[in-house]
């Protein structure tokens, strides 16, 4: 076992990484651990690390949307900052660096924005500091032949929406010029995977605010989504991965934090 490997075992959550946002290896297998849209839920962060702990992971990626809707922001980015993941800017983490407001049009947008607000107020200038060093992209070759390059939105937008429905035409447009193999995007909070041409596209789905649809309600259900990409050469392995949570311990949490609209918040969580 190669001493990346031996790192990875003790879990990529207390292992060193390289610094350089373009991850490059030699070998001929690696596995990756994807997250994303965690929205300040601590308890469905931790309920995947330790989860991830046990997998043998060379890099972890976070694809962004950190600390936003949801009642830990602080400390979710504190235990952002002890994992070694490389991270990319989500929309809500673009938001809490420029705070551009949207106008609220009803009721729900205004206690949406008033928990973005209250979620802002939760951080220290060194949290905004650590926010700042998120990145458009990141990209990792497996081989000289086999990149992956993750994204939140798309490789142009963090708010662009990918989905299984999405005309080619549309992807073509926000994927062009972008020649990985595979690309690995989250936004939406729904798992994919799609194929478009010769690329593969990905979605782990979301840590801290899964999504459900059903019939006219979408509703958060009772799991933590996010995946695994395994590159055995010359074989590509995906593991969509779930992790049951403690639903009534997240809602608590909302209540105790002080998070305005905690009950209103809640109501979506089963």
Same mark, same amino acid.
Not at 81 to 91: A, D, E, F, K, S
């Given at each position: ?14 292992? /060193?990484?390289?610094?350089?946002? *373009? ?7 690696? =596995?990756?651990? #994807? %997250? @994303? ?106 081989? /000289?032949?086999?990149?992956?390059? *993750? ?7 963090? =708010?662009?929406? #990918? %989905? @299984? ?106």
């Amino acid at each position: 076992m190669s001493p990346d490997c031996a790192a990875a075992d003790a879990g990529v959550v207390g292992s /060193s990484v390289p610094s350089a946002v *373009c991850l490059k290896s030699e070998r001929q297998f690696m =596995r990756i651990g #994807i %997250l @994303s849209d965690i929205h300040a839920n601590l308890i469905a962060l931790n309920t995947v690390l330790s989860d991830l702990r046990q997998q043998r992971l060379d890099h972890l990626v976070f694809l962004g949307d950190a600390a936003v809707f949801g009642p830990q922001p602080h400390e979710v980015i504190a235990t952002l900052r002890t994992i070694n993941c490389r991270n990319v800017m989500g929309n809500t983490d673009d938001w809490l660096l420029h705070h551009e407001a949207d106008e609220a049009t009803d009721e729900n947008a205004r206690k949406l924005a008033d928990i973005y607000y209250w979620c802002a107020e939760q951080l220290a200038p060194s949290d905004l500091e650590y926010l700042q060093s998120f990145h458009p992209t990141v990209e990792i070759a497996f081989d /000289s032949a086999m990149t992956v390059l *993750c994204f939140h939105g798309s490789p142009v937008s963090c =708010r662009d929406v #990918i %989905l @299984s429905s999405t005309p080619d035409q549309e992807l073509e447009r926000m994927l062009s010029g972008y020649s990985a193999a595979i690309m690995i995007g989250g936004h939406t909070h729904v798992p994919m995977l799609r194929y478009h041409g010769a690329r593969t596209l990905i979605n782990p789905g979301s840590v801290g605010l899964p999504i459900l649809r059903q019939e006219d309600r979408v509703r958060h259900p009772p799991w933590a989504n996010y995946a695994i990409v395994d590159w055995t050469e010359p074989n590509l392995y995906i593991e969509f991965r779930r992790a049951v949570l403690d639903v009534d311990k997240i809602i608590q949490t909302a209540f105790d934090s002080g998070m305005p609209h905690a009950e209103w918040w809640a109501k979506d969580w089963s």
